[in-house]
Every structure is written in structure tokens, then in C-alpha cells.
T-cell receptor, first 116, second 113 residues
Framework: EAGVAQSPRYKIIEKRQSVAFWCNPISGHATLYWYQQILGQGPKLLIQFQNNGVVDDSQLPKDRFSAERLKGVDSTLKIQPAKLEDSAVYLC??????????????FGPGTRLLVL | GNSVTQMEGPVTLSEEAFLTINCTYTATGYPSLFWYVQYPGEGLQLLLKATKADDKGSNKGFEATYRKETTSFHLEKGSVQVSDSAVYFCALILNTNAGKSTFGDGTTLTVKP
């Protein structure tokens, strides 16, 4: 089966510009996650969707970050305006069964963002 | 809050050496525990998992045992190979919070021939 797809793979922008990342989860997976991974650190959960509803966005900087999951399938994460500290890899993951704590998350290759 | 603490790296070993990467956690409930691996140029992938105390997860020669009494989930392999060179992440998912996960900061392993 096809894995989690993300685009673009790399993005360079200047501070105060806007940027958007796209994720297509594995077909049939109800739960979708966006993580931020700063160099040298582990992934930090930004937002979690179950179908097209938000389960958890407690660590999403809502003044500049937004995310949506269109029709419970694809998702877009946006940063507007970007800051230098937003430079990171943005990972998308999906899992099959909502609410199953032991469920495996499948990760995409990530989008590497550099803010100058 | 929940947290995962991993042994700091980088770790450099010779081929066929024994590997241990320590992982301890704090959680407000009863988590499931995971090890993910990230090979150079690739995305994160699940290596093994354990969902309750005393469970042992294993895959590709790697093992980890869920120790509730010491809140640990140390990763071990008896004989590492050059192809095991990667970054290893310990993670927990809390039972009471639908799939929300907390990751450690990762340990970089380099295996030399």
C-alpha cells in the first residue's frame, strides 16, 4: 500500500512570509497527526485530527499556525507569518483506528523548512 | 505532564557489539511504549512496541521490555550491524488520550565495520 505522502520536501522562505504544507495519509486511516521536529529534538505533536475533527491542538501556536483536514482525508498545515524559530522538519503521520492507544503511526518523509 | 528521556548520544559501536539505549518515561496514566527508527534520508518507522507492563517487544533482533517498576523501556540488540546505523526514538502513547504521543529527543547510533 502507498505510504503517507507529503509535499513539498523542502522549502526556503524569508521571515514574515507564509508557507503551506500538504499531507495525504494512508487510505482509510482515520487519524492524522502533524508534528514539528526541530534539529536535535524528537517530534512534537502540533495537531491531531480524527476524521475531519480536531482531537488535540494544545501545542499548536494558533496565532500563526493553522491546519485543516479536507473531507477527512488530505490535510494542510499553514504558517503565517513565519518566524526564524519555525525552521524545522514538519512530519505528517496517520493511523488506522481512532482512539486506539497501541495503534502504530505511519510517518511521511517530512517537509524540511528553513526560514531566513 | 508526560515526558520521555533517552540516553544521550551519539553512540558509536563496532560491528557485532552489544547495544543498549536507555529510555525512561513519566506519565500520568498507563502508556503504551514504542521505539521508532529513522534511517538516513528516510522517515520515521516503527521498530517495536509494548502495550502493558512486562510485555517484551521485538523486531529485527532488537528487544525492549516494558518495566513499570522502573518506568523504563530500554532498547537492546545482541550484535549490531553497520545497517543499524540510524537515529532511534523512544515514545509513549497515553491510554487515556486518543493516540497522543510524546517522543524522546532521539539517540544517534553509528556502527563501524
Amino acid at each position: 500500500e502507498a505510504g503517507v505522502a507529503q509535499s513539498p520536501r523542502y522549502k526556503i522562505i524569508e521571515k514574515r512570509q507564509s508557507v503551506a504544507f500538504w499531507c495525504n495519509p494512508i487510505s482509510g486511516h482515520a487519524t492524522l497527526y502533524w508534528y514539528q521536529q526541530i534539529l536535535g529534538q524528537g517530534p512534537k505533536l502540533l495537531i491531531q485530527f480524527q476524521n475531519n475533527g480536531v482531537v488535540d491542538d494544545s501545542q499548536l501556536p494558533k496565532d500563526r499556525f493553522s491546519a485543516e483536514r479536507l473531507k477527512g482525508v488530505d490535510s494542510t498545515l499553514k504558517i503565517q507569518p513565519a518566524k526564524l524559530e519555525d525552521s524545522a522538519v514538519y512530519l505528517c503521520a496517520s493511523s488506522q483506528n481512532p482512539g486506539a492507544n497501541q495503534e502504530t503511526q505511519y510517518f511521511g518523509p517530512g517537509t524540511r523548512l528553513l526560514v531566513l | 505532564g508526560n515526558s520521555v528521556t533517552q540516553m544521550e548520544g551519539p553512540v558509536t559501536l563496532s560491528e557485532e557489539a552489544f547495544l543498549t539505549i536507555n529510555c525512561t518515561y513519566t506519565a500520568t496514566g498507563y502508556p503504551s511504549l514504542f521505539w521508532y527508527v529513522q534511517y538516513p534520508g528516510e522517515g520515521l518507522q516503527l521498530l517495536l512496541k509494548a502495550t502493558k507492563a512486562d510485555d517484551k517487544g521485538s523486531n529485527k533482533g532488537f528487544e525492549a521490555t516494558y518495566r513499570k517498576e522502573t518506568t523504563s523501556f530500554h532498547l537492546e540488540k545482541g550484535s549490531v550491524q553497520v545497517s543499524d546505523s540510524a537515529v532511534y526514538f523512544c515514545a509513549l502513547i497515553l491510554n487515556t488520550n486518543a493516540g497522543k504521543s510524546t517522543f524522546g529527543d532521539g539517540t544517534t547510533l553509528t556502527v563501524k565495520p
